[in-house]
C-alpha cells in the first residue's frame, strides 16, 4: 500500500506542476505590454543643408510639355563628424495638395533618380517617398544629386524649390 500511496503522491504532484505551468505560459502569453517609443536623442552638434545648385528664383516658370526643369537635390553635412542622410521628396498641385509620384506624373516626373548612391526606402499614405543616402556622408561633405532633372508633361505655370520655401 504504502508504495501505491507514493505512486498516487508522485502522479498528483506531476499533474499539479503541470497545471501550474500551463497557467504560467498562459498567463505569460496573455500579457498585454504597454507600447514604447523609441527616441534618439544626439549630443552631438549634427547640422545639414538640402540645396539645389542648378536652380534659380527665375528658373520656375511657364513651361510647356517636353521642357526639362533642372533641379537638383543635394545634401551637405555641415557637421564635425559623418551621418547618414534622408530626403523626404513630396509631390503636391498647385494648391498644395500631396499625391503619388504615379498622379503627379500627369504634370511632370522625375526622369533620373540617381539609383546608385540613394534608396527609396518608404511610400507614404500621402504619396510621399522617403531617399536614404546609401552611405555617411563625411564631415563637411556633398552627396551627389537625388535627381537632376523634371520632365513636363503638361503646361505648368510655376513650380518652386524648397529651399524658396522650406528646408
Known sequence: MKKSKKITLTAAAMVLSAGLAAGGTLAYLNSVTETKTNTFTSGKNITTTLTETDWTEDSGKNYIPGDVIRKNPVMTNESDQPVYMAIKVDYSDAQGNLMSAEEFAKYAEVTDFNKTDWEKIST????????????????????????????????????WSSKAKTT
Open 124 to 159: 507614404n499614405s500621402d504619396g510621399s517617398e522617403i531617399w536614404l543616402h546609401k552611405s555617411e556622408v563625411a564631415a563637411e561633405s556633398k552627396t551627389n544629386a537625388l535627381f537632376n532633372n523634371v520632365k513636363v508633361n503638361t503646361g505648368i505655370s510655376e513650380e
